[in-house]
C-alpha cells in the first residue's frame, strides 16, 4: 500500500526566510496531495493541493511542487510570519481510494 | 453551513466506561472519517464511510465501533475505555466524487482522557 515519508520533523527559520518540507510517496498511481496546517490545538485545515497533471502551484506565500518521476513533492513558504508557526501535514491519495495517507508532520518554528 | 460538529468537546473518562462521540455534517458528503491524534502525533484512521449503511475499518479500528444510518450523523463508540485511548478525535467529511474535491474538511475535536 501507499506510504508517505515526510521530512524534516521539526524546522526552525527566522521570520521573512524561506521554508521548505519535503514528501516522498510510494505508489505512482497516487494522483493528488494536499497538505494540512494545525495550528496549536486546533482542527487541521487545507491550504493548497494539487494533483498529478500539475508540475507546480502557487497561492501567495505558498508553493507546492510536485515531482512525479521520483514521487515526491514539496511544500515551500516565502517570506515567513509568525502565524505560519504549526505543524504541517502532507497526504496522498489516488481516485480509486477514499484514504489520504498522511505524512507525520512537521513542526514550523519561526524565530523572531 | 456549519461545517462540521462533534460533541462533547471534552471528556473524561473511567477505565472500563462506555461513550458515543458524536459527528455531525451538514454538506451532504458521502464520505466521513474519525482519526485519532496522539499528542505530538499524525493523524490515525479509525474507521471510514463511504455513505450510510456502509463503513470500513482504517488503521487502528480496535475497542471502537462506528455506524452510519444517516448521511448526516456518523457516531464512534468507544467500549471498556482504556488509557491508551487517551487522545484527541477528529471527524472529518468529503464531497462525493462526482464533484472532483477531495478536501477533507474536519470538525474541532474532542479531546478524550481516560483515566
Known amino acids: 500500500g501507499e506510504n508517505v515519508e515526510q521530512h524534516p520533523s521539526t524546522l526552525s527559520v527566522q521570520e521573512g526566510d524561506s521554508a521548505v518540507i519535503k514528501c516522498t510517496y510510494s505508489?505512482?498511481?497516487?494522483?493528488?496531495f494536499p497538505w494540512y496546517k494545525q495550528e496549536l490545538g486546533k482542527r487541521p485545515q487545507l491550504i493548497i493541493d494539487?494533483?498529478?497533471n500539475v508540475g507546480e502551484k502557487k497561492d501567495q506565500r505558498i508553493a507546492v511542487t510536485l515531482n512525479k518521476t521520483a514521487k515526491h513533492f514539496s511544500l515551500h513558504i516565502t517570506e515567513t510570519q509568525p502565524e505560519d508557526s504549526a505543524v504541517y501535514f502532507c497526504a496522498a491519495s489516488m481516485d480509486s481510494n477514499y484514504q489520504l495517507i498522511w505524512g507525520a508532520g512537521t513542526k514550523l518554528i519561526i524565530k523572531p | 453551513n456549519a461545517g462540521v460538529t462533534q460533541t462533547p468537546k471534552f471528556r473524561i473518562l473511567k477505565i472500563g466506561q462506555s461513550m458515543t462521540l458524536q459527528c455531525a455534517q451538514d454538506m451532504n458528503h458521502n464520505y466521513m472519517y474519525w482519526y485519532r491524534q496522539d499528542p505530538g502525533m499524525g493523524l490515525k484512521l479509525i474507521y471510514y464511510s463511504v455513505g450510510a449503511g456502509i463503513t470500513d475499518k482504517g488503521e487502528v479500528p480496535n475497542g471502537y465501533n462506528v455506524s452510519r444510518s444517516t448521511t448526516e450523523d456518523f457516531p464512534l463508540r468507544l467500549e471498556l475505555a482504556a488509557p491508551s485511548q487517551t487522545s484527541v478525535y477528529f471527524c472529518?467529511?468529503?464531497?462525493?466524487?462526482?464533484?472532483?474535491?477531495?478536501?477533507?474538511?474536519f470538525g474541532p475535536g474532542t479531546r478524550l482522557t481516560v483515566l
Open positions: 505508489d505512482s498511481a497516487s494522483n493528488y
Open positions: 472529518a467529511s468529503r464531497a462525493p466524487d462526482y464533484l472532483s474535491y477531495n478536501e477533507q474538511f
Open positions: 494539487i494533483r498529478s
